[in-house]
């Protein structure tokens, strides 16, 4: 039984009763991203109906006493693959466990990666759908792009219009499996463009990587070491460059996913400076760790580290600090995508072959807070924004999901700023018995996370219930697209030539 460590609704003594509909938090700083403001907030059914100071209520609610405590929109991670296959693997946890796991770290929303199957999106759809059965909190999907033809176009149109995607991946990395080509980008860009969605890529050159990793391994480095040496930063500066410039071509929004280095930030600035809507994603490997350790001579202290692009050797990471604190990078995801060691040591004569992927969706909001807010970089209510609201704002789920308002679900955490966390491999909510970050301790803990009006976290107990999460269908044209179609008629103008 993979959820017998989880405490039901029902099962356990120890379980607070199930869901009762009225809750109040009372005292505590309550932060949004625009403001943050010392009050009460009053929840029944799951929704929020009341943020203010000093609310009364009847006996028959529940009050949590937040005082000096921080009470926040649970976190959204916008990038996840929970239960996923890749590169001949699965995942070690499933849909439900990840998500338990997010829960204790104070996430109550991701937005995960489906991916088609053989490059039918629809099957794709499907197979998620079939994977997140149990889930026990409220998820979003991106759908990948893997090929281009009549039904995958068809697909696009049906997912958007009836199903609630409103984001595409395209891969330009990955060669021989994933990968696409610049001609199948600019398809998919247009065809995002008519439907008023999202663009996402995963940019690395993939023709240029196979390249080098080829010549690093015919040199005699078969360790860990060739990841880093194969997959530089000026191959993720390029293809985040290509994919800005065709995108301005197109005149699309876009949203360049795990930016790990100095070089595709820089792209990614100088785009948005020039005023076009590109959306750089941080994640918290590239914030917080560095490439050593991809030369351990041990190799599973390695292994953990490998993921793509890279993370990039000391300087990237600070910098990538620096530049989520200005605005450059509006929001930090995990690319949560868990193996244990024993699947990371399947291959370990070449590095090319090694399962990409590191844990952080239970770690995210901690190591963020850490990292950012106590280190005196950004304030609470940038916190909130980088972790919650601009992700729900970007995916046009906004104010239903990131913000605490009158209207908004009940998907609330209470950080208390004076304790402290410490991340270990011993007590994390996942399977696997790697963890990136383990060892990393640091100031802040989400002491209490509230999902649907439901307290599922609190005391250091879990009580998660299987299937109590929804797929929240997310609609197209969001904020993103409200330019984009003053740029078409000035370009069209520009032409200084009739058109139709
Ligand atoms: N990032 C990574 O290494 N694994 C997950 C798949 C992807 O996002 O590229
Ligand atoms: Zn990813």
């Not at 950012?372 to 239903?400: H, L």
């Not at 802040?444 to 929240?472: A, F, H, M, Q």
Request: charged fraction near 25%; hydrophobic fraction near 40%.
């Amino acid at each position: 039984n993979q959820t017998s460590e989880f405490c039901y609704e029902g099962e356990s003594a120890g379980c607070r009763s199930p869901t009762t509909s009225k809750n109040l938090i009372k005292g505590g700083i309550v932060v949004n991203a625009h403001h943050q403001e010392v009050a009460d907030v009053y929840i029944e059914d799951g929704i929020i109906v009341l943020v203010q100071c000093k609310i009364k209520v009847g006996d028959d609610v529940i009050v949590i006493d937040a005082t000096r405590k921080y009470v926040m929109p649970g976190g959204i991670d916008p990038h996840t693959h929970l239960g996923m296959e890749f590169m001949g693997s699965e995942t070690i946890d499933d849909c439900f466990r990840d998500q338990a796991a997010a829960l204790a770290g104070g996430t109550t929303m991701h937005i995960d990666f489906a991916l088609p199957i053989n490059g039918i999106l629809s099957a794709g759809f499907e197979a998620y759908t079939k994977k997140a059965r149990m889930a026990c909190m409220d998820y979003g999907l991106h759908m990948a792009v893997t090929k281009w033809d009549e039904v995958v176009s068809r697909d696009m149109e049906i997912l958007v219009k009836e199903k609630g995607i409103n984001s595409f991946k395209f891969f330009l990395a990955y060669k021989g499996s994933f990968m696409i080509n610049d001609e199948l980008l600019l398809k998919g860009f247009k065809k995002c463009k008519t439907l008023g969605v999202v663009p996402t890529v995963h940019a690395e050159n993939g023709d240029a990587v196979a390249e080098r990793q080829k010549r690093i391994f015919d040199l005699g480095i078969t360790g860990l070491e060739g990841h880093g040496l194969s997959r530089l930063p000026i191959l993720e500066g390029e293809a985040t460059s290509r994919a800005i410039r065709l995108a301005s071509f197109v005149n699309v929004p876009l949203y360049v996913v795990h930016v790990m280095s100095i070089d595709a930030m820089e792209e990614i600035a100088k785009a948005q400076k020039s005023g076009q809507e590109v959306v750089g994603e941080a994640v918290v490997s590239g914030l917080v760790l560095d490439d050593y350790a991809l030369w351990d001579p041990d190799f599973t202290t390695a292994a953990k580290y490998v993921m793509s692009p890279p993370i990039r050797e000391a300087g990237h990471g600070k910098a990538l600090q620096a530049a989520l604190s200005i605005g450059i990078l509006k929001l930090v995801g995990t690319d949560h995508c868990t193996f244990n060691s024993a699947q990371k040591a399947l291959d370990i004569d070449d590095f090319r072959k090694i399962l990409n992927g590191v844990n952080g969706i239970e770690e995210r909001k901690h190591l963020i807070w850490d990292t950012m807010v106590e280190s005196g970089q950004i304030f609470a209510i940038d916190y909130v924004r980088v972790t919650s609201t601009e992700c729900a704002r970007v995916f046009n789920i906004y104010p239903r999901k990131g913000a605490i308002l009158a209207v908004s679900d009940a998907d609330i955490i209470i950080l208390n700023p004076n304790a402290s966390f410490k991340i270990l491999s011993s007590s994390h909510h996942s399977r696997s018995d790697i963890n990136v970050y383990k060892g990393r301790k640091g100031k802040g803990n989400v002491e209490v996370t509230i999902v649907g009006g439901k307290v599922v976290w609190e005391n250091g107990e879990l009580k998660v219930e299987p299937d109590s999460g929804r797929y929240i269908e997310i609609p197209p044209f969001g904020h993103l697209f409200s330019s984009i179609g003053k740029a078409d008629v000035a370009y069209l103008s520009s032409l200084h030539a009739p058109v139709h």
